[in-house]
């Protein structure tokens, strides 16, 4: 508890800006939300027919209703674990990927860094939706095999920014000095290469998890993500598209939850990556 309070002092203490802190309140509530959903007085995102449909935003239905009476505030809500499972899990698979490969090769260099890299510009080279779409087709539409596919492409990406970044650190003084005094390799990656790596990686994680969020959006929206019914944002968007005459608000919901998501997510990676001195040659 000790240590959560200091490293909250700490970032108060860099004066990141109100937009930062908004944008931490925004990412926490949705967050906060999608954890207790089940708690919260709401009507079951998935009952259809338990309200006229595509009423109004009205007391009992704050966002209003969808084209078959389903409540849009539960639907958003319960929508936004599937955004946040799929947004933070994939690239946690990832950084367990690419990150660790990342490390390796900078670290090593020579043959093992040609080897990974190679394969990492394959893969990069590889249209990323025709991936995604294979293992989606041979595996099926669960949240699992969503989160999977798009933490399998996005890891050569991280792959590269590691490998950069490890590249610069094992070149500094403190690294060749932690060898000289004769310390392990499995040290020196642990206490001299990785806390530099994790603060280059931070920032650029916050973006990948807003790059993942918007994907999995667009393959609900194209019908490829979890099935219904299930709630998700983009599921959302493509319901309210085909409502347009009969309801020409409910796109908005789903719209301004992914806008407000996602530009808060690249907000803190910003502010962190101008604080924290991370160069742009890095991501």
């Not at 599937?82 to 490969?101: D, K, N, R």
């Not at 900078?106 to 190679?118: E, I, M, T, W």
């Not at 050569?156 to 005094?181: G, W």
């Amino acid at each position: 508890m000790g240590r959560v309070i200091r490293f909250f002092a700490k970032l108060k203490s860099l004066k990141l800006g109100v937009g930062f802190w908004l944008s931490v309140a925004w990412v926490a509530l949705i967050v906060l939300v999608a954890i207790f959903a089940n708690l919260l007085p709401l009507p079951n995102p998935d009952s259809a027919l338990e309200a006229p449909s595509n009423l109004g935003p009205s007391l009992h239905h704050l966002l209003g209703t969808d084209n078959i009476g389903r409540d849009e505030l539960s639907r958003l809500i319960f929508g936004s674990r599937v955004s946040l499972v799929v947004g933070f899990g994939s690239i946690l698979l990832g950084i367990l990927l690419g990150g660790l490969t990342g490390i390796l090769a900078g670290y090593y260099g020579k043959a093992v860094d040609f080897s990974l890299n190679s394969l990492a510009i394959i893969f990069l080279a590889f249209p990323q939706m025709i991936l995604i779409l294979a293992l989606i087709t041979f595996e099926g539409r669960s949240l699992l095999v969503i989160t999977v596919a798009i933490g399998i492409v996005g890891s050569p990406l991280i792959f590269r920014v590691v490998r950069s970044a490890t590249q610069s650190v094992a070149s500094r003084e403190y690294v060749a000095a932690s060898k000289a005094l004769g310390a392990s390799t499995s040290r020196v990656l642990l206490k001299e290469i990785f806390p530099n790596v994790a603060m280059t990686l931070s920032a650029f994680v916050f973006i990948a998890v807003g790059v993942a969020i918007l994907a999995e959006a667009g393959l609900s929206f194209l019908g490829l993500s979890v099935p219904p019914p299930t709630p998700t944002w983009g599921d959302m968007v493509n319901v309210a598209s085909s409502e347009l005459e009969q309801n020409s608000i409910l796109w908005i919901w789903p719209s301004l939850a992914l806008l407000f998501t996602v530009l808060s997510i690249n907000v803190v990676a910003d502010r962190l990556r101008m604080k924290f001195g991370i160069r742009e040659s890095f991501l």
